[in-house]
């Protein structure tokens, strides 16, 4: 059974950082791509992040280029996102999740299996 965790979240002001951590099980995580995701109150999920399962290729919605970086531990079976200079508009609830294959296809939502039940981020002072 996949299990995944998120933790981390909490509240933080504007121009902070935050680490998303996400402790995976149940399922051979070195041989899948990993994403995070977020829903703001009241819009749709939306991917944030994605990290293949070979060469650790990244990739990035545009609104997180260069403030986000996602990374992943295959020892120890977790999944992280450091989160730097977060804007209110970062507010939302982030999950991470599988990804169907050990490539990062796109960051659409439906380009993701297994998800963990959340953590909530809120940037504000």
């Known amino acids: 059974q996949v299990q995944l965790v998120e933790s981390g979240g909490g509240l933080v002001q504007p121009g902070g950082s935050v680490r998303l951590s996400c402790a995976t099980a149940?399922?051979?995580?070195?041989?899948?791509?990993m994403g995070w995701l977020r829903q703001a109150p009241g819009k749709e999920r939306e991917g944030v992040s994605c990290?293949?399962?070979?060469?650790?290729?990244?990739y990035y919605t545009n609104s997180v280029k260069g403030r986000f970086t996602i990374s992943r531990d295959n020892a120890k079976n977790m999944l992280y996102l450091e989160m730097n200079d977060l804007k209110p508009e970062d507010t939302a609830v982030y999950y991470c999740?599988?990804?169907?294959?050990?490539?990062?296809?796109?960051?659409?939502?439906?380009?993701?299996?297994?998800w963990g039940q959340g953590t909530q981020v809120t940037v504000s002072s």
């Open positions: 149940g399922f051979a995580f070195n041989y899948y791509a």
């Open positions: 999740a599988t990804e169907f294959t050990g490539t990062c296809v796109g960051l659409g939502p439906n380009h993701f299996g297994s």
């Open positions: 990290i293949s399962a070979s060469d650790g290729s990244a």
